[in-house]
């Protein structure tokens, strides 16, 4: 079956290092998206990618960066840690975001990240 | 104000109830809706899309009112099941979605 998976689910680091989190999906999706999720806000929209060499800034994209060199992956880099960005990450894959499409995204458990 | 709003609740209902919630929504263009569920501490799912003309899944019903920009879902003979966070979603006109911060329902038994 496709999937989509995180890693780490799980991460503890300090301030300024950097922090790389796995996307993988086997959907075969173009779009691939990275939000943050925190207590009292709806998903926050980090960066997106609409295929491969595209990435596209979102709502909160300070802090971070997305690379796509295939269709499988977006890793999500934190070039320098900080508190504020303690938080869960969800990363999520569709087929298209047109106005006959459903709209669904496919997303992955999360990755809770703890910044020190 | 934000751009989609949301009740966060709780909601507490004894099961077998039905219980509604609204969202509304701030951008006039925007241009599909959609309910997602949210099991504690896991990944959003889709519920379901809303249509213009409101639509059905089985115990579900969501209805879109444009004119006064809200969008509902109703949930009859609830299950503890059911208990999960709902969020609403707004597809706006630069076909970007946007997430309310959820609407948590408790089941009681």
């Known amino acids: 079956d496709a999937e989509i998976t995180q890693s780490p689910r799980h991460k503890i680091t300090e301030t300024g290092r950097q922090v790389t989190l796995a996307c993988h999906q086997t959907?075969?999706?173009?779009?691939m998206f990275w939000y943050r999720q925190d207590l009292g806000h709806g998903l926050r929209l980090i960066h997106y990618?609409?295929?491969?060499?595209?990435?596209n800034k979102g709502e909160v994209s300070d802090g971070y960066s997305v690379s796509r060199s295939n269709t499988e992956d977006l890793p999500l880099t934190l070039e320098s840690a900080a508190s504020s960005q303690t938080s869960v990450y969800f990363c999520?894959?569709?087929?298209?975001?047109?106005?006959?499409?459903?709209?669904?995204?496919?997303f992955g458990e999360g990755s809770r990240l703890t910044v020190l | 104000r934000k751009e989609v709003e949301q009740d966060p609740g709780p909601f507490n209902v004894p099961e077998g109830a039905t219980v509604a919630f609204n969202c509304t929504y701030s951008?006039?263009?925007?241009?599909?809706f959609f309910w997602y569920r949210q099991d504690c501490r896991k990944e959003p799912k889709l519920l379901m899309s809303?249509?213009?003309?409101?639509n059905e899944d089985g115990r579900f019903t969501a209805q879109l009112n444009r004119a006064s920009q809200y969008i509902s879902l109703l949930i009859r003979d609830s299950k503890l099941s059911d208990s999960a966070t709902y969020l609403c979603?707004?597809?706006?006109?630069?076909?970007?979605?946007?997430w309310g911060a959820g609407t948590k329902l408790i089941i009681k038994p």
């Open positions: 809303v249509y213009s003309s409101g």
């Open positions: 999520a894959s569709s087929e298209s975001m047109g106005r006959e499409d459903t709209g669904e995204l496919f």
């Open positions: 990618s609409y295929g491969v060499q595209d990435t």
């Open positions: 979603v707004v597809l706006d006109s630069n076909y970007q979605l946007i």
């Open positions: 959907w075969n999706h173009n779009n």
């Open positions: 951008n006039s263009a925007s241009q599909s």
